[in-house]
């Protein structure tokens, strides 16, 4: 008994020695620029940019695949981080600035299917099987993915209300093209 104690312990002495060493040998370094471009994006996995996530999002920049503006939930801020860290311009939101949405849930009608608390990426739904849900809506991103998946409509995105905590003042717009000189 005492023999296969020690023959265990030195197998896994000699496993984690090798793990140890792998991790060091073939470790692989990521792109310092792919890792500041992802830490700006909201991280909200909804896949309104085109991709599956933040990440892939963050890859496309850094290889200049895509613009910095097709991050609808990081809006116009997060284009300005980007444009600023980048060194690009800050171009317009890509489909413009939209008005910001939240989901809402009807709870006279809704089952408690779970299917919107699968679908949700931040988890802003709450509620439990055969119950009713809700949305916290300081969680919720607008992304929309929780609609499709609701068998019975009970979800509709509805504008966030204008307050003084969320109101901001737009940018103005750049002048038209036009030759700067000196006016006769």
Request: aromatic share 4%.
């Amino acid at each position: 008994m005492l023999t296969a104690i020690f023959a265990v312990a030195a197998l896994a002495v000699a496993f984690g020695l090798l793990l140890g060493f792998a991790a060091i040998r073939f470790r692989v370094e990521g792109d310092p620029v792919v890792e500041k471009i992802d830490a700006l994006l909201p991280q909200t996995q909804c896949g309104q940019c085109g991709f599956a996530g933040c990440r892939p999002y963050a890859e496309a920049i850094a290889s200049g695949e895509v613009e910095i503006n097709r991050c609808p939930p990081g809006g116009e801020t997060v284009v300005l981080a980007l444009a600023d860290l980048l060194g690009r311009d800050a171009a317009p939101l890509e489909g413009g600035e939209q008005q910001k949405l939240k989901a809402a849930i009807d709870e006279q009608t809704c089952i408690g299917c779970t299917l919107c608390l699968q679908a949700c990426p931040v988890d802003a739904i709450l509620g439990a099987p055969k119950h009713m849900h809700t949305v916290i809506t300081t969680e919720c991103t607008g992304c929309e993915l929780c609609l499709e998946p609701c068998p019975v409509d009970c979800i509709a995105m509805v504008p966030v209300k204008l307050e003084i905590a969320t109101w901001r003042w737009p940018l103005p717009k750049p002048p038209a093209n036009r030759e700067e000189g000196p006016r006769p």
